[in-house]
């Protein structure tokens, strides 16, 4: 964990130093915002959505209309369920934590608008389920090695840019079974991440 810091913190000053260096229209800064998470099989639906945030880095880097955006974000994901009967009902969580790199190809629409499509790789960090119905509360860690250290899978979507800051809206679709052991098998099947997000970023050039 000592050395995944030092990374991150490197990779960070790193990104924000390069996209200083660009040229004007392109930006580079820091951005934070809500995810809308769930897990799905066949098809990714809105069901059981489990609300979450996103915050991270972003540079900028070419020259022209179709430029390139990397960008490094810590991001919530994983599903939300409801339970009970006559006498009782209950709220559970099932959350999984990422450090995440998209690489992004962006097209930009002049200094207004940008589309944004891409892989992106997410490294799992944590993962805990929380649940609480009338009579208890539960807040219990889960072993990472249950789960896929890595996940991955497609970005897209757009931002509209307003001088320093810009407004964007990103969905992200997951390509990777989360589960890795036979017990998270048994309990998620061949589950994959969805994720839907709503941001605002900043513009530091």
Do not use: W
């Amino acid at each position: 964990m000592k050395n995944l810091r030092i990374l991150t913190i490197t990779c960070l000053l790193g990104l924000l130093t390069i996209g200083y260096s660009q040229a004007q229209n392109l930006r580079s800064g820091v951005k934070g915002g809500l995810n809308v998470s769930n897990l799905y099989i066949d098809e990714a639906d809105d069901e059981n959505p489990r609300y979450g945030f996103n915050i991270g880095v972003f540079t900028q880097l070419g020259d022209g209309a179709f430029v390139l955006q990397p960008e490094l974000n810590y991001t919530t994901k994983g599903t939300k369920t409801t339970y009970g009967g006559d006498f009782f009902d209950g709220e559970a969580d099932f959350n999984l934590n990422y450090l995440e790199l998209p690489l992004l190809f962006t097209f930009k629409l002049g200094d207004g608008a940008d589309i944004h499509i891409g892989p992106y790789a997410g490294y799992l960090v944590g993962s805990n389920f929380k649940s609480s119905d009338n009579f208890f509360s539960t807040d219990i860690d889960l072993d990472r090695d249950n789960f896929k250290n890595f996940d991955f899978g497609l970005s897209g979507g757009m931002a509209l840019n307003f001088d320093a800051i810009s407004v964007g809206a990103r969905y992200n679709y997951g390509l990777t079974k989360i589960a890795e052991s036979q017990e998270a098998k048994d309990l998620l099947g061949s589950s994959k991440n969805s994720v839907a997000q709503l941001y605002v970023a900043l513009n530091l050039n």
